[in-house]
Every structure is written in C-alpha cells, then in structure tokens.
C-alpha cells in the first residue's frame, strides 16, 4: 500500500503529499529508514527546490549509513552550488576522512574555507589542509603551500614561522619561504613588534639563503625603522650595503643611526663611520669634514676627530680654517709640552698659506717667550730677518734668545742688523761696542773687535771710549795705518772743529811716533 501511494503521489506529481508520505511511513516504521530519508531528501531537492531542507533529510540519511552512494551522490552535486556548498561539504567530509579519501577531504575544506569568515576557523581548515597535505599525501610543497595560506592569514602568528621554516629547510625552498613572507608584509601597512621580526627574518633569508642582497637591505631597513635600536639588524644592514658597495645607502644609514643614538658615545661612533665614508668611499672630503666637526661639537676633545680633520683640511688646502683649528688645538692643549709644536704650525700657515706674517711673528713671540729654547721657532725667525717691514721686531725677539742660550756669534748677526737699521748715532755707537767685546772676548779676535770700534768713531767721532777702544787695541796689534785710517774716517763723518783738531793731533802723533814719518806729521 505504502508503495502504492508512493507511486500515485509521483505519477500524479503531488509532490508535497509525497513528502507527507515519506514522514509518515518514518513515523510508522515502514521500510529502511535511510533510503527513506534519501528519497524524502531527494524530493525536496528536486521537486520542491528546497535545498536547506533537504540536506537535513541526506545528514540524517548518513547519521544511518555513512556509506550510502545515493546520498553521497546527492550531496557531491549540492557542493557544486555555491550557496550550499560549505553546508555540504561538512556534511561529506567526516564521511571522507572515514574513508580516508583525502582528495574529496581537501575539496570538503576548501568549500567550507570558502565560506568561513571567522580568523579563527578558517586558521583550523588551513591547518587541516597543511596537516593532510604532509601527514597523509607526504605532499611537501602543497603542505609548504597550504601554511603559506595560513601564514597570510595571521602573519603575526609565529608557530606558522616555524612551521614554514621546518618544511622549506626540508625542501630547501629558501627562495620560496622569502617570497611566502615578504608577499605578506607587503600587505602590513603599519609595523609591529611582530612584523618588525618578520621583516628581519624575511631580510636574513634573502641575504644568507638567496643572496639577493638588494631584498634584504629592504627588509632589514624597514626592521630597523621600526627599532632603531635594533644593533643586530643594523649589523646585518651594513654587511649587506656595503657587500653591495651602496655607499650612498650605508651614509644614510649611518646618519639615520647618529640621530636615534642613545648617548654620545653611540652617536660619535656613526658619525666617524660617516666621516670615514665619505672620504674613502665616496670622495665627498668637505662633507667629511663638516661630520668630523659634528663630533667635536660633541666632544671637543675627540683625538680621532681632531686629527682627521687637521689633516683634511690641509689635503683641500682650507688654511683659514685649518688655523683656527690649529687654535682650538692649543687651547686644548696648553699644558702640554707640545703646545708650541702646534703653535709653531700654527705661525708657518699664517706666514705661508695666509699671508698673514704679522700674525706669524706674534705667534712666534707666544712660543719664545715660554720656550726661548724651541730651536725650529728660533730658526723661523731667523729666515725673517731680512724682512724690511718686520726686521726690528724679529731682532728684538732674537737678541734675548741669543742671550739666554749664550749664542754669541748669533748675537754678532744680531747687533750688525741692528746696525744696518739704525741711525741714532749713540745707539749704533752701542751696538758696535758690544760686537766689538764680543769679537775680543768671545772670539779672541782682536783684529775684527778694533774694526767694530773703528765703525763705532766712525758713527760718533766724539765718542771717548770708542776713541779709547781703538788706541788700545792698535796699540795691542801695532796696526799703525789702520790706527790712522780709523782716526781719518772719524774725520770725514764730523764737521765739529774741535773734533776735527782733536782727531787731526792724533793723526800727526800717529805720523810721527808709531810710523816714523815726520814729513807726513808735519803735513797733518
């Protein structure tokens, strides 16, 4: 009967009592309860085009008999219908993983990885995916594939790191992990703790697995933007430039890390790594020494960049500046022993570089003063006495040098230049006497000390002990035609009577006493 009416409701198409049909013969116990659920399944699928109920009837057909083809079949061409897709495929997929079809497993997932949008849930079907894909198909790189999906979807997860990392070291798809990672963090607009770590990471395996060093400067710049303080990364970075020679890129890097210093000592260090590129690498010698000045700003005592710079700016010729360096340097240094070295430097840019020899001289005067013994700036001196302009001033530091350090032949040039430059008669009258002791007490040369008395009245006729001077030491030498010779040329340098008589007797007892020739007495 049942059958019957079954066959009726079809023919006749009342397709609603049909289902009636098929409740009642559920709630009667009439025939195999799960092909009755099929075919109550079927009907709603078909012929009352209700899908959701439908699956209801072919989950519960399946509760019954999970091996049973129709609804098997049944619910496969429901998963070709994307609104009931996923509800299909959950259905189906513990039906699958019992037969361990992991094909029609995987299809299942991704139907239902489709349809999910909860972060949580499809993380659990990519897992399941990964998991099948290396346990049960020994799919390696569909599993690689498969948690490449699930990194992008929580790229801050780290356990998917790992998990990645594991399987490209057993394929050695290094290549392919560094795609995996920087595809990600190409979508992060914004960076983290985590993804600041990734970005390393993803930089660390493109410069020591792929070598491609122009991808891992790039990630391991943006890790270090966001961590400045980051040492290790900023290592890695410098590596990378400077293997790449991307000197242009290590200076701003460079300069970016002498900005996020902490303390002082952080900061000079990169700005001498900075000074030191760009004269070496670069060639950029002014910028180098405006970063060496930047040091000194921050400590006016740096050795390192006090040295680099002096020798910088000699290299470019900048004297102005190189002397005002110079001053810092002995203000720096005044104490110390080798002051008037750097003071001595100091004088001979002024004289040569900078024209500027009255500031030379000064500065000599300074180291003198302190050291009369500091023989270079002794003998810079003495390459100066000619000067015209500047000759007194040099003789005058000079004479207290020769002096003290008892160099009486320097003394002798000291006192003629004097001599050459003096036209006060008493005053050339001294300078002479005093080159005449010299000559006669230093150098035991009476012969050259009567000449300098005789230079002496010359200068001054009237001069008694210059007179004296030269009566003594003719008498000493018995030199009589230089005795009158001197007393003529005093003659010929006054216009004073008296002078003249006096000098004129002595000529006359010269004649006539020492030389014998009273005639020419006589004459006188």
């Not at 079809?10 to 195999?32: C, I, N, T, W």
């Not at 008999?65 to 609804?71: E, F, I, Q, Y």
């Not at 019992?98 to 990885?113: F, G, H, N, S, Y």
Request: with cysteine; glycine share 4%; hydrophobic share 40%.
């Amino acid at each position: 009967a049942y059958d019957g009416l079954e066959r009726l409701y079809k023919r006749a198409e009342r397709f609603q009592d049909l289902v009636s049909h098929y409740e009642r013969m559920l709630e009667d116990g009439v025939g195999e309860p799960v092909e009755i659920r099929y075919r109550l399944g079927i009907t709603k699928l078909d012929r009352l085009e209700d899908a959701w109920a439908a699956t209801d009837q072919f989950r519960d057909a399946l509760a019954l008999d999970v091996d049973h083809g129709p609804t098997i079949e049944a619910l496969e061409r429901l998963m070709e219908n994307e609104e009931h897709r996923a509800t299909a495929a959950e259905i189906l997929e513990p039906v699958f993983l019992q037969k361990m079809d992991w094909p029609k497993v995987t299809a299942c997932i991704e139907a239902r990885l489709a349809a999910q949008g909860d972060l949580d849930a499809r993380k659990a079907h990519l897992m399941r995916l990964g998991q099948i894909s290396e346990d049960y198909l020994e799919d390696l790189e569909g599993a690689l594939e498969a948690y490449a999906r699930l990194f992008r979807e929580d790229p801050r997860d780290e356990s998917t790191w790992e998990t990645l990392s594991r399987l490209a070291r057993v394929l050695e798809r290094y290549d392919r992990l560094a795609e995996i990672y920087s595809q990600a963090l190409e979508e992060v607009t914004a960076d983290d703790d985590e993804t600041a770590k990734l970005a390393q990471l993803t930089g660390r395996l493109y410069d020591e697995r792929t070598e491609d060093l122009d991808k891992a400067a790039q990630f391991y710049n943006r890790a270090l933007r966001y961590d400045p303080t980051n040492h290790g990364v900023f290592i890695a970075l410098e590596s990378v430039h400077r293997r790449r020679e991307a000197w242009d890129d290590l200076l701003a890097l460079y300069r970016a890390q002498s900005e996020a210093a902490e303390d002082d000592s952080d900061r000079i260090a990169f700005l001498r790594k900075s000074a030191r590129l760009l004269e070496e690498q670069l060639g950029q010698l002014d910028a180098a020494i405006e970063t060496h000045r930047d040091i000194l700003m921050i400590d006016g005592e740096d050795q390192n960049a006090i040295s680099s710079l002096d020798d910088l700016l000699v290299r470019q010729g900048r004297w102005a500046e190189l002397a005002d360096h110079l001053r810092h340097q002995i203000d720096l240094y005044a104490a110390e022993p080798d002051a008037n070295d750097l003071k001595l430097r100091l004088g001979r840019i002024l004289q040569d570089k900078l024209d500027d020899l009255h500031g030379a001289i000064d500065v000599f005067e300074q180291i003198t003063q302190s050291d009369p013994h500091h023989s270079d700036t002794v003998v810079a001196l003495e390459q100066l006495v000619q000067n015209a302009e500047h000759q007194i001033r040099i003789i005058q530091l000079l004479e207290p040098i020769y002096l003290a350090t008892d160099q009486w032949r320097k003394r002798i040039a000291v006192y003629e230049a004097q001599v050459r430059i003096t036209e006060e008669a008493y005053a050339r009258v001294e300078l002479l006497c005093q080159i005449a002791d010299l000559h006669e007490n230093r150098a035991g040369d009476l012969q050259l000390a009567f000449h300098a008395y005789a230079r002496a009245l010359s200068a001054d006729p009237e001069n008694e002990d210059a007179r004296s001077q030269v009566d003594r030491l003719a008498e000493q030498l018995g030199t009589w035609d230089a005795h009158i010779a001197a007393y003529e040329e005093a003659l010929t340098q006054t216009q004073d009577h008296s002078d003249q008589a006096q000098l004129l007797t002595q000529i006359a007892r010269l004649n006539d006493e020492k030389r014998g020739h009273p005639r020419s007495a006589i004459t006188t």
